[in-house]
């Protein structure tokens, strides 16, 4: 199932659906706003939503905030019909090549328990109860 990256700050009414249908399957450790929270979440500066789309549709999304030269990701999410694709490992392996080509650290503060191989196997390192992530790679 390939998976390509989209970044979102405004959202299509499609893409509503499927960030509705997201956020449903996943409760309550996925993506935990639903459309008010997250359309509130979107306006403000530096968010926006990193976005795994599939035949046009948005089958998975990690949340993103910038802060300097580091990107915050939370709320990682796939849909339940396509979990076990590979989907959240095609995600974060784009969002690596992302950010590494923009010369951007990526963290998880959070990293659900389901979601911590992935993350490792994308060579996030844990350092003080933060996966950190590209050659910015500080303690």
């Not at 969002?95 to 996030?124: I, M, N, Y």
Request: with cysteine; proline share 4%.
């Amino acid at each position: 199932m390939p998976v390509r990256l989209e970044h979102i700050r405004t959202p299509s009414a499609q893409d509503w659906i499927d960030l509705g249908k997201i956020h449903a399957d996943t409760q309550p450790l996925g993506l935990k706003m639903d459309s008010t929270a997250l359309g509130d979440w979107l306006q403000q500066p530096n968010h926006w939503l990193l976005a795994g789309r599939f035949n046009d549709r948005i089958v998975g999304c990690l949340l993103a905030q910038q802060q300097g030269e580091v990107v915050v990701l939370s709320n990682a999410a796939v849909r339940t019909i396509t979990q076990r694709r590979g989907v959240m490992h095609q995600l974060l392996h784009h969002v690596c090549d992302w950010a590494q080509h923009e010369s951007l650290a990526l963290e998880f503060h959070a990293v659900p328990s389901e979601l911590e191989d992935a993350v490792k196997t994308r060579g996030f390192l844990l350092i003080n109860n933060i996966y950190r992530h590209n050659n910015l790679n500080k303690s």
